[in-house]
């Protein structure tokens, strides 16, 4: 914000600073090899030249091409009515002119011009200038000016190229990050459906048996145990609907067996030891009954994690320490290989977890290690099981 507002004020500066420069030549009577050097009336040179030079730089880079314009033809003017002096002011006002238009007015072939055209003026009607060497040496100061003002357009022209296409990377990266959310949270609906279907699928099987153990006068109870036999099948049923429409086309299996969960972390490792990373399990405090989901959600955040260790550790030794808390269980997955970057990956296996966790009211790091490798630590909270 303070730059936005420090360039208009700077140009405003500058401006006055020239217009009070201008002012002072005229009314100090400077002369150049014994003529004046803003020759013609006093009072119109105070009065409408040098404000007409000068004031339209306040606007160099907010109106550039209409500051140059005012310039430039305020120069041709004066030169052709009043003829070409020699005013230090006047130098410096064509100079930051020609550097200001053809750096923010986008149209350096024109301004380089009417620069041209403008001086050739003031060239051919000012008495004072000697010889060749003040042509040239004038003249070549302007293309200097001109040609920075040039280089300077086109920097920032690639300053503004880089800033949009960091935009749509962001925006991308943003738009990737949020397809991959949706897909993960799709597999795990799929994963929970697994769940419940099965858990339900029970509840039918024991309605069933304890219909079949019931009297024939105990019509209460058993209309009750219809009910809840009628209720399941009615949920199975919409969770089926369900499954529809969050399975993929190649994932159609419709199968409603249990998901995995601690109790096969055993078997996991040794699948991840096969593949050729060395792994270390270690648990500490009393393994507890976990509800069906959580535990799921465990695994997986272990399993992504020696996932990554396998990817990207270079086959160095991975550990995974489960701790049992008293109201949490924490999940620690380590390597000791090379790392990657600070732990705020946005690819779906980081995605994922976090899902998992914070589907259960958890917390998620991940990043590498002070001591080398990487890292990659959860906290869910216990709830007891059903």
Same mark, same amino acid.
């Given at each position: 914000?303070?730059?936005?507002?420090?360039?208009?004020?700077?140009?405003?500066? #500058?401006?006055?600073?020239?217009?009070?420069? *201008?002012?002072? +030549?005229?009314?100090?009577?400077?002369?150049?090899?014994?003529?004046?050097?803003?020759?013609? $009336?006093?009072?119109?040179?105070?009065? &409408?030249?040098?404000?007409?030079? !000068?004031?339209?730089?306040?606007?160099?880079?907010?109106?550039? #091409?209409?500051?140059?314009?005012?310039?430039?033809?305020?120069?041709?003017?004066?030169?052709?009515?009043?003829?070409?002096?020699?005013?230090?002011?006047?130098?410096?006002?064509?100079?930051?002119?020609?550097? %200001?238009?053809?750096?923010?007015?986008?149209?350096?072939?024109?301004?380089?011009?009417?620069?041209?055209?403008?001086?050739?003026?003031?060239?051919?009607?000012?008495?004072?200038?000697?010889?060749?060497?003040?042509?040239?040496?004038?003249?070549?100061?302007?293309?200097?000016?001109?040609?920075?003002?040039?280089?300077?357009?086109?920097?920032?022209?690639? &300053?503004? $190229?880089?800033?949009?296409?960091?935009?749509?990377?962001?925006?991308?990266?943003?738009?990737?990050?949020?397809?991959?959310?949706?897909?993960?949270?799709?597999?795990?609906?799929?994963?929970?459906?697994?769940?419940?279907?099965?858990?339900? %699928?029970?509840?039918?099987?024991?309605?069933?048996?304890?219909?079949?153990?019931?009297?024939?006068?105990?019509?209460?109870?058993?209309?009750?145990?219809?009910? &809840?036999?009628?209720?399941?099948?009615?949920?199975?049923?919409?969770?089926?609907? #369900?499954?529809?429409?969050?399975?993929?086309?190649?994932?159609?299996?419709?199968?409603?067996?249990?998901?995995?969960?601690?109790?096969?972390?055993?078997?996991?490792?040794?699948?991840?030891?096969?593949? *050729? #990373?060395?792994?270390?399990?270690?648990?500490?405090?009393?393994?507890?009954?976990?509800?069906?989901?959580?535990?799921?959600?465990?695994?997986?955040?272990?399993?992504?994690?020696? !996932?990554?260790?396998?990817?990207?550790?270079?086959?160095?030794?991975?550990?995974?320490?489960?701790?049992?808390?008293?109201?949490?269980?924490?999940?620690?997955?380590?390597?000791?290989?090379? *790392?990657?970057?600070?732990? +705020?990956?946005?690819?779906? *296996?980081?995605?994922?977890?976090?899902?998992?966790?914070?589907?259960?009211?958890?917390?998620?790091?991940?990043?590498?290690?002070?001591?080398?490798?990487?890292?990659?630590?959860?906290?869910?909270?216990?709830?007891?099981?059903?």
């Amino acid at each position: 914000m303070r730059a936005a507002l420090a360039s208009p004020l700077a140009d405003a500066l #500058l401006a006055a600073a020239l217009l009070c420069l *201008g002012e002072a +030549e005229l009314l100090g009577g400077s002369t150049y090899q014994g003529a004046p050097v803003w020759p013609g $009336s006093e009072a119109v040179n105070a009065l &409408i030249v040098i404000p007409a030079l !000068t004031l339209p730089l306040a606007f160099r880079r907010t109106r550039p #091409l209409a500051a140059f314009l005012a310039v430039m033809t305020t120069i041709a003017l004066a030169s052709l009515l009043l003829g070409g002096g020699e005013a230090v002011t006047l130098f410096i006002v064509m100079v930051v002119a020609v550097y %200001s238009g053809a750096a923010n007015a986008g149209r350096p072939g024109l301004v380089a011009v009417i620069a041209a055209v403008a001086a050739t003026l003031h060239v051919v009607r000012d008495p004072q200038v000697h010889g060749v060497g003040d042509v040239v040496f004038g003249f070549g100061l302007f293309a200097v000016a001109w040609v920075f003002g040039l280089a300077v357009s086109r920097r920032q022209h690639r &300053i503004v $190229s880089l800033e949009r296409t960091t935009v749509a990377l962001e925006a991308g990266r943003e738009e990737h990050a949020r397809a991959a959310v949706a897909r993960e949270r799709g597999r795990i609906a799929r994963e929970l459906h697994d769940v419940v279907a099965h858990a339900v %699928s029970v509840i039918v099987v024991q309605s069933q048996a304890g219909q079949r153990t019931l009297g024939q006068d105990e019509d209460k109870t058993r209309g009750a145990l219809e009910a &809840i036999e009628g209720t399941a099948r009615q949920a199975l049923d919409e969770m089926r609907r #369900l499954l529809v429409m969050l399975r993929d086309v190649d994932d159609a299996s419709g199968t409603t067996s249990p998901q995995p969960g601690l109790a096969q972390l055993d078997a996991l490792a040794g699948q991840f030891r096969e593949a *050729g #990373l060395p792994v270390t399990v270690e648990v500490e405090g009393e393994a507890v009954p976990l509800p069906a989901g959580l535990d799921l959600s465990a695994y997986r955040v272990i399993q992504e994690g020696l !996932t990554n260790a396998l990817k990207h550790g270079g086959g160095a030794p991975a550990a995974v320490r489960l701790r049992y808390g008293e109201r949490d269980l924490e999940l620690d997955v380590t390597d000791a290989g090379e *790392g990657r970057g600070q732990g +705020e990956g946005s690819g779906h *296996g980081l995605v994922g977890m976090r899902e998992r966790v914070s589907l259960y009211g958890g917390e998620l790091e991940s990043g590498p290690r002070p001591e080398g490798g990487f890292r990659l630590r959860a906290r869910l909270p216990l709830e007891p099981a059903p």
